[in-house]
């Protein structure tokens, strides 16, 4: 089985990371950037289109 993962961009730091989208929370939930603490909703986290729409594969 091949793991999904999607890009995550914080908007405030600039940090890049993956996460499973299956371990993220509902797209309208806040969410936290891990280096910098900045808090917004996930969809302000996509990096792009597809990461988006993976997300809501899962959900």
Do not use: I
């Amino acid at each position: 089985m091949v793991e999904a993962f999607v890009r995550l961009h914080c908007p405030e730091c600039a940090k890049d990371w993956e996460d499973s989208p299956s371990d993220l929370p509902d797209l309208r939930t806040n969410y936290s950037c891990g280096n910098c603490h900045a808090t917004r909703r996930l969809t302000e986290f996509m990096r792009t289109e597809r990461d988006l729409e993976a997300v809501k594969q899962f959900q």
